[in-house]
């Protein structure tokens, strides 16, 4: 078994394949940041799209569970697999079916998500203020906007449930497609 603080990355190998496929990284980021836009634009029909997709995935990982399941059957824990590849494609189909209540219902869960992480790193900001005097603050922050997001998010129910998820989805596009371009033309740069 390798130690993970055993593993060494060699930086000039990773900067070479970056550099040599840069082309490709610029053209995801740019790809990423323009549907994060249209999804920042439209944020319900973005909202129904992640709906759509989720609803997707979990219908074929379940419907995937269950014929690996049935075919080992004799491994440990063959039910306890069966009832999460059902509950999988239940979960699919009705997403699928009714991808309008699947968004809300993924929004209760999100805000739920917010609530608890919020008030988890407002907690941790706490109880660390002594040992990080300068930089408690920022956790303090960060959970409170957190908190802050879901209160947002709840005052606008039943509405926000139309635009909440294609927001947040659109908005992870910019950012992850803004961090591609900006490793690639970085690594261009250093040719």
Do not use: C
Not at 37 to 53: D, G, K, N, Q, S
Not at 71 to 99: D, M, N, Q, T, Y
Not at 103 to 122: C, D, E, N, P
């Amino acid at each position: 078994m390798t130690d993970p603080s055993m593993v060494r990355v060699d930086v000039n190998a990773a900067l070479a394949a970056i550099r040599s496929h840069s082309g490709l990284f610029i053209a995801e980021g740019i790809l990423l940041i323009i549907l994060g836009l249209l999804a920042i634009l439209l944020p319900a029909v973005a909202t129904l799209a992640v709906a759509i997709v989720l609803g997707w995935l979990f219908l074929i990982s379940g419907i995937m569970g269950l014929i690996t399941s049935f075919w080992v059957r004799e491994a440990p824990g063959f039910w306890w697999a069966i009832a999460s590849a059902v509950l999988a494609v239940l979960a699919g189909g009705i997403l699928l079916i009714s991808p309008v209540q699947g968004a809300i219902s993924l929004t209760y869960v999100l805000i739920a998500f917010f609530l608890l992480q919020g008030i988890a790193t407002v907690m941790y900001a706490i109880e660390h203020r002594r040992e990080y005097s300068d930089r408690w603050a920022w956790m303090l922050v960060s959970g409170t906007i957190t908190i802050l997001l879901a209160v947002i998010i709840i005052l606008g129910l039943p509405g926000s449930a139309a635009w909440t998820l294609g927001l947040l989805a659109g908005i992870d596009m910019v950012f992850g497609g803004t961090a591609l371009l900006g490793i690639a033309l970085a690594a261009r740069k250093q040719a």
